[in-house]
């Protein structure tokens, strides 16, 4: 139990355009969802966390202008990456969390792997 | 908020031999204490956590330690095997939704 899934796992796109990123939980209903970004070689670092029906939460130097997040239920969440540079290139990692389960962890998405051209 | 510092940032070790990696944190709130093992393109996978009432916990060849007053927490991986060859993370936090990733460990595991 207790799988998430993302995405699409890679995506190639020029620069300039948008790219969406789901995330959903197969087998359980995720009170809050994280979205992390993850440069080779580096740590995840949280960009932002949401609750369900909620406005996200951007961790400092995040726009959320650029980085729109959507979590319009408690199995799905979406990160879009407006007008993206190839600066954005990177690892985007979500994860998900319940308050249902007796001992609570995030549970990790696969990653989607994001090159801008 | 939450400063994390891992050491040592690479670890290269024989087959068979004991790893041990260490975790310091800053904020005296944080009562969640997770491991996890990511293989390069993949997901971070949990692999031990422990919580601040406990000081140790085992799971086969892995254990987590603890040392709440000193705020540094430890992961030892004995007889190591290649596939256990991986970055490892610490990621404390006051509850499972505040994570902060120290910087990550590599282990080299040599057979």
């Known amino acids: 139990g207790a799988v998430v899934s993302q995405h699409p796992s890679w995506v190639i796109c020029k620069s300039g355009t948008s790219v969406k990123i789901e995330c959903r939980s197969l087998d359980f209903q995720a009170t809050t969802m994280f979205w992390y970004r993850q440069f080779p070689k580096q740590s995840l670092m949280l960009m932002a966390t949401?609750?369900?029906?909620?406005?996200?939460?951007?961790e400092q130097g995040v726009e959320k202008d650029k980085f729109l997040i959507n979590h319009a239920s408690l199995t799905l969440s979406t990160l879009t990456v407006t007008s993206a540079h190839p600066e954005d290139s990177s690892f985007y990692i979500c994860s998900a969390g319940t308050l249902d389960l007796q001992d609570n962890e995030q549970f990790f998405g696969p990653g989607t792997r994001l090159t801008v051209l | 908020g939450e400063n994390v510092e891992q050491h040592p940032s690479t670890l290269s070790v024989q087959e068979g031999d004991s790893a041990v990696i260490k975790c310091t944190y800053s904020?005296?709130?944080?009562?969640?204490f997770p491991w996890y093992k990511q293989e390069l393109g993949k997901r971070p996978q949990l692999i031990i956590d422990?919580?601040?009432?406990?000081g140790e916990k085992k799971d086969q060849r892995i254990a987590v330690t603890l040392n709440k007053t000193a705020k540094h927490f430890s992961l030892h991986i004995t007889e190591t095997q290649p596939e256990d060859s991986a970055v490892y993370f610490c990621?404390?936090?006051?509850?499972?939704?505040?994570?902060?990733f120290g910087k990550g460990t590599m282990l080299l595991v040599s057979p």
């Open positions: 904020d005296s709130a944080s009562n969640y």
């Open positions: 949401s609750n369900e029906g909620s406005k996200a939460t951007y």
């Open positions: 422990i919580r601040s009432n406990v």
């Open positions: 990621a404390p936090g006051e509850g499972y939704s505040t994570l902060t």
